[in-house]
Every structure is written in structure tokens, then in C-alpha cells.
């Protein structure tokens, strides 16, 4: 499996024709499951041998009048969770058998600090 995650955020405020930067802060919490299958060549039948689950959540602040390589710093843990081998294999869903493109799933969102949030880019 190959998904190359390729997060990206954005300096400026998306929902106006301003490049001034205004990131603040930036909070990610992302779940995957991956699952270990065997395929029969012959019948294309697949066989769940394992399902791993596992966490990513990230927290940043960012300052963007700093200098280049100090305007984010990590806020929070360190270290992410290790992935979890489950006792129970859970079944694949369908839209799991295609090409993986976790990047399809992302969402912007802006967090303006008065008003309602927008989602600026919904997933696809």
C-alpha cells in the first residue's frame, strides 16, 4: 500500500483576495485502518488476517511573523499512538477496495476567531 499523505494548509485567510498570512494554529486528528489480507489467485476471494487502527492528532501554533523554520511549534504530545492490532477483525467496506487516497478525504475548514466556521474545500 502506497498512499502518500500530503497534508497542506494554507497561510492566508481562504475565504477572502488577501495573501497577508494569518494562520494561527493549526489542529489535525485523523484515523486510519488498515487491514492485512490474503487473496485467493483463483476465486478472488479475500481472507481478513488482520486490522490495524491507529490515530494521528497534531497540534500547532504558528506564528507567521516569525522567521522561516520558527514560525510553527509543536503544542501537546510529542509522539503519536502506535498502531493497534484489533482481536476481532472488522469487514472491509467496499470504498476501501479502490486505490487508497486519504487526501481526498481532508477537509479545510476556516475557524474565524468571531463568526461561524466555514468549510472552505469539502471532501471529495
Same mark, same amino acid.
Given at each position: 500500500?502506497?498512499?502518500?499523505?500530503?497534508?497542506?494548509?494554507?497561510?492566508?485567510?481562504?475565504?477572502?483576495?488577501?495573501?497577508?498570512?494569518?494562520?494561527?494554529?493549526?489542529?489535525?486528528?485523523?484515523?486510519?485502518?488498515?487491514?492485512?489480507?490474503?487473496?485467493?489467485?483463483?476465486?478472488?476471494?479475500?481472507?481478513?488476517?488482520?486490522?490495524?487502527?491507529?490515530?494521528?492528532?497534531?497540534?500547532?501554533?504558528?506564528?507567521?511573523?516569525?522567521?522561516?523554520?520558527?514560525?510553527?511549534? @509543536? !503544542?501537546? &504530545? +510529542?509522539?503519536?499512538? #502506535? /498502531?493497534?492490532?484489533?482481536?476481532?477483525?472488522?469487514?472491509?467496506?467496499?470504498?476501501?477496495?479502490?486505490?487508497?487516497?486519504?487526501?481526498?478525504?481532508?477537509? @479545510? !475548514?476556516? &475557524? +474565524?476567531?468571531?463568526? #461561524? /466556521?466555514?468549510?472552505?474545500?469539502?471532501?471529495?
Amino acid at each position: 500500500m502506497n498512499d502518500n499523505f500530503y497534508p497542506s494548509v494554507t497561510w492566508a485567510v481562504p475565504i477572502s483576495n488577501s495573501n497577508t498570512p494569518m494562520l494561527t494554529h493549526i489542529t489535525r486528528d485523523q484515523s486510519f485502518i488498515t487491514w492485512l489480507v490474503a487473496l485467493n489467485a483463483d476465486t478472488k476471494e479475500r481472507i481478513v488476517l488482520q486490522t490495524v487502527r491507529w490515530r494521528m492528532r497534531v497540534d500547532i501554533e504558528v506564528d507567521p511573523s516569525m522567521p522561516l523554520c520558527s514560525r510553527a511549534k @509543536l !503544542m501537546g &504530545r +510529542p509522539h503519536q499512538e #502506535q /498502531p493497534h492490532i484489533l482481536s476481532n477483525n472488522e469487514p472491509i467496506p467496499p470504498n476501501a477496495l479502490g486505490r487508497p487516497n486519504a487526501n481526498d478525504a481532508q477537509v @479545510l !475548514m476556516w &475557524r +474565524p476567531r468571531r463568526g #461561524q /466556521p466555514l468549510v472552505v474545500i469539502p471532501p471529495k
